[in-house]
């Protein structure tokens, strides 16, 4: 090997980190102070090494200055002051002398072993956390994308009142005792409407798109010429694929002839913050980084107090019918879990209000694997670690508090990023990148607070790539892991067999599918690889691919013999090989269960596929009424009486 170049001096006769190829122990110090890796382990368990410009990059998005020798010396040798925050578990004792202001306004004498809560030790946060949560009951259920969910009474789309419905009959006909339910948070009130519901504007407040306009106050006691106007407004409810933009423009104009006179009170704390937010939206466009510059920053934003007004009163609309939902589900037992999207639109009304807390310029992704060759770039940007834990994590307990209030569960999506994010530095592509670390003590301990506060079940979604630390963690505090079918794999083995469900973890939501993945019926016709085929994702033609889903079909159909299941209906078959995990919750999708085969999300795409506009072939009477549903539900619930 030739030795390396000599660095170049830079300004100031500092050498420029940039012009030297390897991390150096001084920069890796530095960079393993801040929680950012200078190595990983990729997705074929090899060490993968950063380049030392990457590292500098986002160790600049952290506030760090590493772009000299000399720099990173004076970074290491900067006084490092006390943790901003403190963790505790439920009985432990924190060291005195001093005092502790609890958060309920008393005074507690150190040393002492403080209650459950935020508590306020000068400067610094204390959080006490409990060690566990208690397990939920044994159930199963159903994934519901709920825009795909129509009834009769829709307006192109499920809504919150078709959720009620669907908890009420799940529970009192199917015997189900879960419904695990697509991110219902905010996106901007403009068009085109953000489809994902994985980008929202908002993960602290709710999507109006899924109001009921007749489940409101407002119509049942409104004269009958504005009933006839509303109802005139109407749009299509049988479109092959859910037209946002039209159901929303048509919910809008219903509920602003519906809303009261005079506004309702002004609104505070971060709910005026939102609608303020809301209401510059609609004049500037959804990405506040494109506003008027007196607009950006909301301490000089001036917003139209009417439409603040209007945009306050749609959310408490839609915490009236998230909780007659909730109500809906009072017979099962769980309910309603609802799922957190790992982040927020860069652009969103979050940013806008919560910026301090957020690296703005940085994207999450996702490193090079075998599914993505170049990497994920997911184009959120993701809590600066540091930000949190100076603010005593208040932006993460506001996010996971605010879903809560209309939930009895919250599904985590990508949980390993309580632990660490891939971080993509500007102007790189996804593949350069490096993960950064988050203080998971304190994030564990938000979250095991939050949902031990609101009775909540905890699921966390650790597929894919994945430290065993994540699942070994969520296990410890009560939380439940996530198992799906397709990989199932036992990969200390040769071949990676597939594992039986019935050696399935106990602590753990178990399904067949996800969103992201074919459907049942769809697996079995390859249909996922001919949709693939068609957009032109293979670089070296299907055939390779066509045969790789012969084969892993073949392996499952091999598992259902071995495991004494009649193969006559395949998709029947499944849910019965399914139903012997011994998982709490066993979840399936309607679309699972009526054998539809088109995916209701295909990763990599955007506009080449209908991704998220995919309605439900039937509407929600014959749904139940389906045999197929029945005979599913009779199979998954068998398998909660073991």
């Not at 990729?42 to 590493?66: C, F, K, N, S």
């Not at 909540?456 to 790539?465: C, I, K, M, P, Y």
């Not at 994945?466 to 200390?492: C, I, K, N």
Request: hydrophobic share 40%; net charge negative.
């Amino acid at each position: 090997m030739s030795p390396p170049t000599p660095p170049r001096p830079g300004a100031g006769g500092e050498t420029k980190l940039s012009d030297v190829d390897d991390v150096d122990d001084e920069l890796a110090a530095l960079a393993e102070a801040h929680g950012v890796a200078t190595h990983y382990e990729d997705a074929e368990q090899r060490r993968a090494d950063v380049d030392r410009d990457v590292v500098v990059a986002v160790l600049a998005q952290l506030g760090v200055d590493a772009s000299t020798p000399e720099a990173v010396r004076r970074a290491l040798t900067a006084p490092r002051p006390e943790p901003a925050t403190v963790v505790l578990t439920a009985g432990d004792t924190l060291d005195g002398p001093g005092e502790l202001a609890l958060e309920d306004g008393r005074v507690l004498p150190l040393p002492a072993a403080p209650p459950p809560g935020y508590h306020r030790l000068g400067d610094r946060t204390v959080i006490v956390a409990p060690a566990r949560l208690a397990p939920p009951t044994r159930s199963w259920g159903w994934m519901l994308q709920l825009y795909a969910m129509r009834s009769d009474e829709s307006w192109g789309m499920g809504d919150y009142a078709d959720l009620a419905t669907i908890a009420r009959r799940s529970a009192a006909e199917l015997g189900a005792g879960v419904l695990l339910v697509n991110p219902v948070q905010a996106v901007a009130p403009t068009t085109p409407v953000e489809r994902s519901p994985y980008s929202p504007s908002s993960r602290r407040f709710a999507n109006p798109l899924y109001l009921r306009v007749e489940d409101t106050d407002e119509y049942r006691s409104a004269d009958p010429a504005t009933r006839r106007a509303v109802d005139a407004l109407r749009p299509d409810n049988d479109t092959e694929l859910i037209d946002y933009d039209a159901v929303w423009q048509a919910k809008k104009a219903a509920l602003e002839l519906l809303r009261p006179a005079g506004g309702g009170a002004e609104p505070v704390g971060e709910l005026r913050d939102f609608a303020r937010f809301c209401a510059l939206a609609e004049e500037h466009g959804p990405d506040w980084r494109e506003w008027p510059e007196a607009q950006r920053d909301p301490a000089t934003a001036t917003a139209d107090p009417d439409r603040v007004a209007f945009h306050a009163w749609l959310q408490e609309l839609c915490e009236q019918q998230l909780s007659r939902a909730r109500d809906a589900a009072r017979d099962m037992p769980v309910g309603i879990v609802h799922d957190l999207p790992v982040g927020v639109h860069p652009g969103g009304a979050d940013t806008w209000a919560v910026r301090d807390a957020f690296a703005p310029d940085v994207r999450v992704g996702a490193p090079p694997d075998a599914f993505s060759r170049l990497g994920q770039d997911w184009g959120l940007p993701p809590w600066r670690p540091d930000k949190l834990a100076e603010q005593g994590y208040e932006p993460l307990r506001a996010v996971i508090r605010n879903v809560l209030k209309h939930a009895d569960g919250i599904r985590v999506d990508h949980v390993a990023g309580l632990w660490r994010l891939w971080w993509i530095p500007p102007g790189e592509p996804a593949a350069r990148g490096t993960y950064v670390r988050y203080d998971e003590d304190a994030m564990l301990a938000v979250l095991t607070l939050e949902a031990d506060r609101a009775g909540a079940v905890v699921v966390g979604e650790d597929l894919g790539t994945v430290e065993p630390v994540v699942t070994e963690r969520l296990h410890e505090h009560g939380m439940l892991s996530s198992a799906v079918l397709w990989f199932q794999r036992d990969y200390r083995v040769p071949g990676h067999p597939l594992v039986p469900p019935a050696d399935w973890t106990v602590s753990a939501m178990a399904s067949i599918s996800t969103h992201d993945l074919p459907t049942v019926a769809g697996f079995l016709t390859a249909e996922h690889v001919r949709v693939r085929a068609e957009l032109g994702q293979f670089a070296s033609g299907p055939d390779g691919e066509y045969d790789a889903a012969e084969r892993e079909r073949r392996e499952l159909v091999g598992l259902l013999d071995k495991e004494g299941v009649p193969a006559d209906d395949l998709v029947t078959a499944f849910h019965v090989l399914l139903a012997k995990a011994p998982s709490l919750l066993l979840l399936t999708s309607p679309q699972d269960a009526l054998g539809e085969t088109r995916q209701p999300n295909l990763p990599g795409t955007v506009d080449q596929y209908p991704n998220w506009r995919i309605p439900l072939p039937v509407r929600l009477p014959a749904l139940f009424a389906d045999e197929r549903v029945r005979r599913i539900a009779t199979a998954l619930a068998g398998g909660r009486g073991r």
